[in-house]
C-alpha cells in the first residue's frame, strides 16, 4: 500500500491494470458530452437561445449519474416542441 498525502493509507489501482474500469471511466465522460452535443445542435437548429445552457445542463446531469442524464434528456425533449422544428427554422418559413 501506499502513503497517502497526509500520511494515510489508500489503495491504488491503476487504470491500466484494469481495462474495464478504464472502459467504464471514458463512458462517463464520453456519453454526457456526446448527449450534451446532441441537445446544443438540437437546441441549436430549433432556434432556442439558450442552447449552449441546455446543453451544459444535460452534460452536467450526466455527470451524476444515467439517471439524471436521462432525466435532462427527458425533460429537454418535453420542451422542446415550444422552440418549433427543426426542419421549419432551416428552411425559414
Do not use: C, H
Not at 2 to 16: A, F, I, W, Y
Not at 48 to 64: D, H, I, Q
Amino acid at each position: 500500500m501506499e502513503r497517502g498525502p497526509v500520511g494515510g493509507d489508500m489503495l491504488v489501482v491503476p487504470l491500466q491494470a484494469n481495462p474495464e474500469l478504464l472502459a467504464l471511466a471514458v463512458a462517463y465522460l464520453v456519453i454526457p458530452v456526446l448527449v450534451g452535443y446532441w441537445v446544443y445542435r438540437d437546441a441549436s437548429d430549433r432556434g432556442t437561445g439558450k442552447a449552449t445552457n441546455w446543453a451544459l445542463a444535460t452534460f452536467l446531469f450526466g455527470l451524476m449519474s444515467p439517471l439524471p442524464l436521462a432525466v435532462g434528456v427527458a425533460l429537454y425533449l418535453s420542451v422542446r416542441g415550444e422552440f418549433g422544428s427543426a426542419a421549419t427554422t432551416e428552411s425559414g418559413k
